[in-house]
Structures are given as structure tokens and as C-alpha cells.
């Protein structure tokens, strides 16, 4: 691709990561669900895991208002962001794949 800079290239890495998470979400929940978690727990737990980063953000904010705080924080989001998914996607695949496994157990023998 030598016609792409590459500013679009993290731009379209960033958007498709995007939506591989955002399609994660919906099989971690799903998998929730099935273990009996409901709803209000699983955005309790939401809100406890974020709750203290934004309050760090909020204060940091308050004590030093002339620093941009948002670009001070989103490479840290970024990072947290990236590595959740790491862990979201190798999960899912190991879960995928012993599926795959026990499904395919059937034809072998």
C-alpha cells in the first residue's frame, strides 16, 4: 500500500480493533449470561473497573488545569485498551478452538 500514509494506517488499525471489541463484547456477555450474571452486575462491574481511572483523570484536571489531561491520558487508554483486548481475543480463541475440538471429536473417531 504506498499510497497510504501512515497516519491512515494506524487510523484503520485503530478502526478495526475497534470493531473486533466491540463484537467481543457481545460474546463475553453472552457467556456471562449463561453462567447467570445479570445484567445491573455486569455494569456494576463496569463502572467499579473505570471508576477509578476517571476519577485519576478528574483530579489530575482539578490540581493542574492548564494540562491537557486528554492527551496526557489516551495513550494509556489506548495501551489498556489494547491489552484487554489481547487477553479478550486469546481467550475467545482457546474457547473457540476447544469447541471446535469437541465438535470435530465426533468425525474423527
Not at 489516551?74 to 489494547?82: H, K
Not at 491489552?83 to 475440538?101: C, D, P, Q
Request: charged letters at 10%.
Amino acid at each position: 500500500m504506498p499510497g497510504i500514509q501512515a497516519a491512515d494506517r494506524i487510523g484503520l488499525l485503530c478502526a478495526v480493533l475497534a470493531a473486533v471489541g466491540f463484537s467481543f463484547k457481545a460474546i463475553l456477555v453472552k457467556l456471562a449470561y449463561r453462567y447467570g450474571v445479570d445484567a445491573e452486575t455486569l455494569l456494576a462491574l463496569r463502572m467499579a473497573c473505570s471508576l477509578p481511572f476517571f476519577l485519576g483523570m478528574g483530579l489530575i484536571a482539578r490540581l493542574m488545569p492548564t494540562l491537557q489531561v486528554f492527551f496526557v491520558v489516551m495513550p494509556l487508554q489506548l495501551l489498556v485498551g489494547f491489552g484487554l483486548m489481547a487477553v479478550t481475543v486469546s481467550a475467545s480463541m482457546i474457547w473457540f478452538l476447544e469447541v471446535y475440538r469437541d465438535h470435530l471429536s465426533g468425525f474423527v473417531e
